[in-house]
């Protein structure tokens, strides 16, 4: 699929994985809106054919206003990437009782009803497009789990069943927006030099490091660019989930 001249929503787009998309999508020629909270925008770089949009991916009001931006500029929609989400730790059972029932179903919320609730007001607006070549393509859905999908690890409760939530959507919206020219596709990273991983000791990263068998390194988030580019330029790739883990298992802890 041909993206330049054409618009992409990124979520999570000023930061860590979303920020590094919104570059690589603007620098080929696409009108990138960057949606994220407010603080997030407040610490954004200034990057030319992007704007950013305050958007709370659990609230549809948010998102119907910042798609109602999107629709009226002049480059039709063709590309939605979920990178928005967190990441809170806890144990079913510990020593101060049982997980927070609040803060599990929070990062249910974000993670995938988040997910879901972009994917479908996005695909809304690109189904509204004229087919971009003769298969009718339309455009295309990438949405963004983690290697937790399939291997969570201790106190990932939460975020490995938010994350295996999106991984199971994959095949589901794609079949259903088939009819429509829309693909959707999901990338599973592992261990990912982003901001969260800022504050980790030298000595953690260093073991981290040697749990990659290949290349035995943190990714970075130009890659998870990279793989997006790739899944958006092949066109007969369609309801899959691509992991980005170096060959990373993920043991218990």
Known sequence: M???????????????????TVKALADRGMKVYAFDLADGI???????????????????DSIRRAMTKVSEGAE?????INCAGIATPGRILSRGGTH????????????LVGTFNVLTLGAEVIAKQEPIDEDGQRGIVINT???AAFEGQIGQAAY???????????????????????????VAPGIVETPMMAGITSEFRETLEAS??????????DEYAQLVLDLIGHDYI???????????RMGPR
């Open 2 to 20: 041909q993206i330049q001249g054409q618009a992409a929503i990124v979520t999570g787009g000023a930061s860590g994985l979303g920020a590094s």
């Open 42 to 60: 407040n610490k954004a770089d200034s990057i030319e054919n992007v704007e950013y949009l305050e958007v709370n991916v659990t609230d549809q």
């Open 76 to 80: 039709p929609l063709r590309v939605v």
């Open 100 to 111: 927070d029932l609040e803060q599990f179903a929070n990062v249910i919320n974000v993670n």
């Open 145 to 147: 789990a983690s290697v």
């Open 160 to 186: 490995a069943a938010s994350k295996g939530g999106v991984h199971s959507l994959t095949i589901s919206a794609a079949r259903d927006l088939a009819s429509h020219g829309i693909r959707v596709n999901t």
């Open 212 to 221: 990659v068998p290949f290349p035995a390194r943190l990714g970075r988030p």
């Open 238 to 248: 369609n309801g899959h989930t691509v992991r980005m883990d170096g060959a990373l």
